[in-house]
DNA sequence: TCAAAGAAGTTGAGGTTGTCAACTATCTAT
DNA sequence: ATAGATAGTTGACAACCTCAACTTCTTTGA
């Protein structure tokens, strides 16, 4: 591991730490895209689309062009996974819904990428309750 | 025997709230991309050559192909970041070393890198310093 | 010894990702 | 009503990524 170890803030290190822990999970989670043959990005998308939301909104969560958007979800409509729908108020917006299908490969999707780690499985249960309560008061501040 | 962490199990929650936290520094690892003019498997790639390694030693940390590790060093190189050495004992091998302006990118790419996240930063130190005890524990048995 | 098997790296084909600029259609605010 | 903003698409182009096929070199084992 290459972890840079910053000595001045533990803040630092426990990114460090937590960068390497989760570069670690990478080919697992490309193993995972691989499985239900998804493209990382195309896997990603699924990730975020739990509700129905516009595709500027998906641009946003993924951090990328809209015009990258558009091929994504071409591909996963074409797939049957996602369907493009006009939106009540603005006729510009095309709302993504998952189909019923994409509903399913989602939730088998999340329930993959949830599991823990073996780095986290393997800590004691104390352990794991007190780093869960620390990330959750980091998180919701 | 391993348990199989469930939904409910502390280090699953730890583990979600982990990807929850990196997601929302994708943005600001794009962004830290472009400020050095490196694609983002580019700064992946320099940031694992802390040390000479083979090219598909690279590969393997990457979790890619080593024909896509071809096209990457291709780039650094071409840029001045990155020599192909011969290896001393196996001559199929190339050792990747950064040139010196290699590791000065590297440097400053790895220490902005390193910047904990809002989230942590706010963290009280004592938590801070919990945390980090934590995932030293998890990341070095 | 020496031929077969294996490993390191490259090449080329083909598809995906990603950005940018330009465009259409629609909305909003004056 | 018109100017300006916003949502999404298209096309051009570079980078990424995998696969299969190939070269070069090393290792194995009969």
Known sequence: MTTVANKHSPAAEAWSLIADLF???????LAIAQEFELAPP????IKH???PMPMSELA???ACDSSNVTGIVDRLESRGLVERRPAPNDRRVKMLVLTAEG??????LVKRMSE??????????????ALRDL???ALSG
């Open 23 to 29: 570069g670690s999970q990478r080919g697992r989670f």
């Open 42 to 45: 195309q896997m990603g998308a």
């Open 49 to 51: 689309m739990a509700e």
């Open 60 to 62: 946003g969560r993924l």
């Open 103 to 108: 509903e399913r490969v989602r939730g088998e």
């Open 116 to 129: 823990p780690p073996p780095q986290l499985a393997a800590l004691p249960v104390a352990d794991q309750r």
């Open 135 to 137: 990330l959750r008061r």
